[in-house]
């Protein structure tokens, strides 16, 4: 069996349910590293005896450790022919593992023996994982940027809170709107004090999960980080037009805090003193412990309005690269605890921890249609990761540089771009180096 190809111990597997490709080799062991060392874990581990019981001809043995450990040991474990049989990789690591040649690429023709439908997933999800026309990562585990608004807030503001903001004009109206300042006065009214505010309309912050917002902005209109040669373009006029808009909302409209952080907003959203607060939905169970009367939205489409679009995290199961005569029956296994982690009955299991459902198919089941978060399920074939460029610090880090510079009103937006540009594209002259 050792000598037969992948494809052809898998294409001699059980189908099982007509769902997948069961594995019928030998006895074998196979070890998964994960990320998952939270409140997350005991899910995870309870999923690994779940498989192992029902598949008692693959061992699993689970390794839970922090993500930054992993991304400082992997290159090394490859290099020496001790990777793990299957890794858990994050969206802004993943296209860097791949392009130094640390992950396998998952073929279509392996895929299918081992069952694993692409077409079950979100598009841009499962993309994540994809680089230069292959795939190789099969996405477990997601989240998004969300929009939070204050449903009271709202309705004393005469707003409908069964119907956020869509377009750019509806949340600047409702922004507007919940602004209020200590005299009861809204902008545009006579008399309003913008330095005296006793409600702000939005939450802005200065910190990565506060430049996602401006990169869900540029997507919407159009814009991208990087170009077609990987080298950084979040300056288009795309992006400058998209990024502009949301600094008005602070330097212009006066309708969002300048020089804010994600806590002190966090903190004023919980206390009713912010109407809307875009964010990750990871807060969507403090809101819920804090009894608020709010609700979850998908991003209004604050760009521009080209697409819809919003900022996504996500983890894939991937296969690292594996010495010369590696088992191909361990790699066949490995595939079947992919494809069983993936599926829907499993995907449902793990929203319990947070995750957003990784497909269609789980976002519709009647056990989630009751939670405040199942609002954006409609558009979650809209979240989009920073991926697909290797180079991902240097493009992220000058790009929210270029955003706290911007927001803060250190620079005008189109020279806080231009220079992050600048900066991001040094940075990827001296990447690429250790790509070739």
């Not at 992950?103 to 279509?108: G, I, K, R, T």
């Not at 680089?131 to 477990?140: L, N």
């Not at 507007?176 to 912050?205: E, H, I, R």
Request: proline share 6%; net charge positive; glycine share 8%.
């Amino acid at each position: 069996m050792r000598k037969q190809s992948i494809t052809m111990v898998l294409s001699t597997a059980l189908m099982v349910s007509g769902a997948f490709a069961a594995y019928q080799g030998p006895k074998v062991s196979i070890t998964y590293l994960h990320g998952f060392t939270g409140p997350d874990r005991p899910v995870m581990e309870e999923l690994i005896k779940n498989f192992s019981a029902s598949h008692p001809n693959i061992e699993v043995k689970g390794q839970a450790q922090p993500w930054g450990t992993t991304w400082q040991q992997l290159p090394s474990q490859v290099a020496s022919g001790r990777a793990p049989d299957v890794v858990v990789i994050n969206e802004d690591q993943i296209t860097g593992f791949i392009a130094r040649g640390a992950v396998s690429p998952l073929s279509p023709a392996e895929l299918k023996a081992a069952g694993i439908d692409q077409a079950r997933f979100y598009g841009p999800l499962f993309k994540t994982a994809d680089y230069k026309g292959q795939s190789y990562g099969v996405p477990i585990s997601s989240v998004a940027y969300v929009l939070f608004y204050n449903k009271d807030l709202m309705k004393k503001s005469g707003l409908d809170p069964a119907n956020p903001p869509r377009t750019q004009a509806e949340f600047l109206k409702a922004a507007q709107t919940c602004t209020t300042d200590k005299a009861g006065k809204k902008p545009g009214q006579a008399g309003f004090d913008p330095k005296n505010l006793d409600t702000w309309g939005v939450s802005l912050y200065n910190n990565w999960v506060g430049s996602r917002l401006a990169y869900a902005a540029i997507l919407q209109n159009g814009g991208s980080l990087v170009d077609k040669d990987e080298n950084a373009a979040f300056n288009s006029p795309q992006a400058v037009s998209a990024v502009q808009f949301l600094v008005d909302l602070v330097q212009k409209q006066g309708v969002a805090r300048a020089n804010s952080t994600e806590e002190a907003e966090l903190a004023a959203f919980s206390q009713g003193k912010v109407c809307m607060f875009p964010s990750g939905q990871w807060y969507t169970d403090r809101f819920e412990q804090q009894k608020m009367n709010f609700g979850v939205a998908f991003l209004p489409r604050l760009g521009g309005n080209k697409q819809d679009a919003a900022w996504g995290g996500s983890s894939h199961l991937t296969l690292p690269k594996q010495r010369a005569g590696y088992d191909a029956n361990k790699r066949a296994a490995a595939l079947e605890f992919i494809n069983w982690m993936s599926q829907p009955a499993q995907s449902l299991t793990w929203t319990a921890t947070g995750s957003l459902p990784t497909q269609a198919s789980v976002a519709a089941d009647p056990k989630l249609r009751a939670q405040p978060i199942s609002g954006i399920f409609p558009k979650l074939g809209n979240i989009y990761a920073t991926s697909g460029f290797p180079w991902g610090g240097q493009v992220l880090g000058p790009f929210d540089n270029a955003w706290e510079n911007a927001y803060l009103g250190k620079k005008p937006v189109q020279q806080a771009l231009n220079d992050g540009v600048t900066e991001s594209n040094k940075q990827i002259i001296q990447a690429r180096k250790s790509f070739q």
